[in-house]
């Protein structure tokens, strides 16, 4: 299957510092890459869309200006949590679409955030 | 909110087939039922979808009813490392995943 990778892994930050994760692609082109985030024993939640090129679509609740998405390339998204404040802790997954032509999204392995 | 319907838990015995069930009695034609797993804190794993037809993988296989209203995931031996919560979504092709509650299946020794 496809890979996608997220870095860091996890990250622990003190509150009002900004805070950047990155999405890649690893052996395919994703024209599409979806940011989610889950709180302890919580389902994931989709926070916003992000197609390569254009602005990243965000969820009813979500902050675009706190949550500032890149989607530069092909193979690389980047989320950066703005002025970090401990409710933004939790548990950020990307995931990666190749097309629309009926193959499966890939998750990358997620990205532990803790505010403090 | 999630457009399918999962038992909450399911257990299984080591070595014996798992099958989950799910109804997505609102999917719509074009739409394709999406199965994913996610171990504990790690991000969710692709496991199979399909469209009308059933499908065989690797892993499982995924049997969709006539109607698609419903679906069955198997995991014809299930083992420990199977323990997971389970998810299935009903999604167009290259679109975001609804994430519900899902099955949350322990399989015992």
């Known amino acids: 299957g496809a890979v996608v990778s997220q870095h860091p892994s996890w990250v622990i930050c003190k509150s009002g510092t900004s805070v950047k994760i990155e999405c890649r692609s690893l052996d395919f082109q994703a024209t599409t890459m979806f940011w989610y985030r889950q709180f302890p024993k919580q389902s994931l939640m989709l926070m916003a869309t992000s197609n390569e090129g254009s602005k990243a679509t965000y969820e009813q609740g979500v902050e675009k200006d706190k949550f500032l998405i890149n989607h530069a390339s092909l193979t690389l998204s980047t989320l950066t949590v703005t002025s970090a404040h401990p409710e933004d802790s939790s548990f950020y997954i990307c995931s990666a679409s190749r097309d629309r032509g009926g193959l499966a999204q890939y998750f990358g392995p997620g990205t532990r955030l803790l505010v403090l | 909110d999630a457009k399918t319907t999962q038992p909450t838990s399911m257990d299984c015995a080591e070595g014996r087939a798992a099958n989950l069930p799910c109804n997505h009695s609102?999917?719509?034609?074009?739409?394709?039922v999406y199965w994913y797993r996610q171990i504990h804190s790690q991000g969710p794993q692709y496991i199979i979808h399909?469209?009308?037809n059933n499908e065989t993988n690797e892993m499982a296989s995924l049997i969709i009813t006539e109607d698609r209203k419903s679906s069955t995931l198997i995991l014809p031996h299930a083992t420990l490392r199977d323990t997971a919560v389970y998810y299935c979504m009903n999604s167009n092709s290259g679109y975001a995943l609804n994430f519900g509650k899902g099955t949350s299946l322990l399989v015992t020794p």
């Open positions: 609102t999917i719509s034609g074009n739409e394709y």
């Open positions: 399909g469209l009308k």
